[in-house]
């Protein structure tokens, strides 16, 4: 099905986020790693500012996925980067503090893709992110970005070490630039969607 995106709002405290009503995919990552982009790529438009400074965008920006004319289907939260500065008790220090009660608790919150760099060895922060994820028993995938960047070679290198830094099964390689996964991941996306819609 054909679904265009659309910019809901942008919000800077819980009191902002849009009622949840229908299953949301969140775009979370250090800044820099290609969120926005990713998010572009799957809707084939420029519906999320792509920053030219990192770490610029401090809100989560909510947007509206819907076939012409319909209701929405889906919602996209593009999330603010971090690991800015050095990490805190919490995720990180850089991070405002209305993201992790947004991820504890939104009740829609169905898939957290979280990106990491495929050019860039395992971090500490996102190993962070992933295990507080993983304790928070909330469903993600790691998308490892930028793979246009990488010989064949590098690429298979690269992924093998983010799967063992990072602890993964499965990690998916993706180009925002040359399409690369996306396909793949609008599956998964669909997929998860149409469980959380039945439950
Ligand atoms: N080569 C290549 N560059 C990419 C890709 N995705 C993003 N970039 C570039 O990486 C930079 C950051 O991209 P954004 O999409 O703004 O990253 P972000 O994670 O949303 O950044 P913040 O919102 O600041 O946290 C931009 O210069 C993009 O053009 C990709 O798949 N391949
Ligand atoms: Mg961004």
Same mark, same amino acid.
């Given at each position: 099905?054909?679904?265009?995106?659309?910019?809901?709002?942008?919000?800077?405290?819980?009191?902002?986020?849009?009622?949840?009503?229908?299953?949301?995919?969140?775009? @979370? =990552?250090?800044?820099?790693?290609? !969120?926005?982009? @990713?998010? #572009?790529?799957?809707?084939?438009?420029?519906?999320? !500012?792509?920053?030219?400074?990192?770490? /610029?965008?401090?809100?989560?920006?909510?947007? #509206?996925?819907?076939?012409?004319?319909?209701?929405?289907?889906?919602?996209?939260?593009?999330?603010?980067?971090?690991?800015?500065? !050095?990490?805190?008790?919490?995720?990180?220090?850089?991070?405002?503090?209305?993201?992790?009660?947004? @991820?504890?608790?939104?009740?829609?919150? &169905?898939?957290?893709?979280?990106?990491?760099?495929? #050019?860039?060895?395992?971090?500490?922060?996102?190993?962070?992110?992933?295990?507080?994820? /993983?304790? &928070? =028993?909330?469903?993600?995938?790691?998308?490892?970005?930028?793979?246009?960047?990488?010989?064949? #070679?590098?690429?298979?290198?690269?992924?093998?070490?983010?799967? !063992?830094?990072? =602890?993964?099964?499965?990690?998916?390689?993706?180009?925002?630039?040359?399409?690369? =996964?996306? /396909?793949?991941?609008?599956?998964?996306?669909?997929?998860?969607?149409?469980?959380?819609?039945?439950?």
């Amino acid at each position: 099905m054909e679904l265009t995106a659309q910019f809901l709002l942008s919000a800077l405290s819980a009191a902002q986020f849009p009622a949840p009503d229908v299953p949301e995919i969140a775009f @979370l =990552g250090r800044s820099n790693v290609g !969120k926005s982009s @990713l998010l #572009n790529a799957l809707v084939g438009e420029k519906a999320a !500012k792509v920053s030219s400074t990192p770490g /610029r965008t401090r809100a989560i920006n909510f947007f #509206n996925l819907a076939a012409r004319n319909r209701q929405a289907r889906l919602v996209f939260a593009d999330l603010p980067g971090y690991g800015y500065a !050095k990490i805190s008790k919490s995720i990180s220090a850089t991070w405002p503090a209305f993201i992790e009660p947004y @991820l504890a608790g939104r009740a829609t919150l &169905a898939l957290c893709i979280c990106l990491v760099d495929a #050019n860039v060895p395992p971090q500490a922060s996102d190993r962070q992110l992933l295990e507080w994820l /993983r304790s &928070a =028993g909330r469903e993600f995938v790691v998308v490892a970005t930028k793979v246009d960047r990488l010989s064949g #070679n590098e690429r298979t290198r690269n992924l093998a070490a983010l799967k !063992k830094g990072l =602890g993964l099964d499965d990690i998916l390689p993706a180009s925002s630039k040359t399409r690369h =996964g996306i /396909r793949e991941l609008w599956a998964l996306i669909e997929s998860v969607a149409a469980a959380n819609r039945e439950s």
